[in-house]
């Protein structure tokens, strides 16, 4: 279970780091505006330091796993296991929230939170044996 969690923890932190440059470095370019339903130069402009802003905060959630699968791999599982849980719960809770809040994005948010939650299901099990 443990290679399952570091597998599903590493593809969250992918993930999340594919977003981070979608909305921080991206975020004008055509391809990326239509992702996120941006219809208008004025719109990009005006939503730019927020999706800038969220762009890191989605990189420091993957920086946090990725901390936590290293500490594992180094021996120290007690503190890997709760850097793993802490990153990627916040990545399925942050999925839950855009799931709820913007029922219209359904697939953004099960791209967004099903690594993280299998990770968080199978780390469950790793972590508690």
Do not use: C
């Amino acid at each position: 279970m443990l290679l399952m969690t570091m597998i599903f923890a590493g593809l969250a932190a992918a993930i999340h780091v594919y977003i981070f440059v979608l909305e921080s470095l991206r975020w004008d370019h055509p391809a990326t505006r239509k992702a996120f339903g941006i219809q208008t130069d004025a719109e990009a402009s005006a939503t730019r330091p927020m999706a800038f802003n969220q762009g890191f905060y989605n990189l420091f959630l993957a920086v946090m796993t990725v901390a936590g699968m290293t500490f594992v791999l180094a021996s120290s599982s007690v503190v890997g296991a709760t850097l793993i849980f802490a990153g990627t719960g916040s990545m399925l809770a942050a999925g839950l929230v855009l799931l709820i809040s913007s029922p219209k994005l359904v697939r953004a948010a099960m791209f967004q939170l099903t690594a993280p939650a299998l990770a968080i299901a199978s780390g469950l099990f790793a972590f508690t044996n």
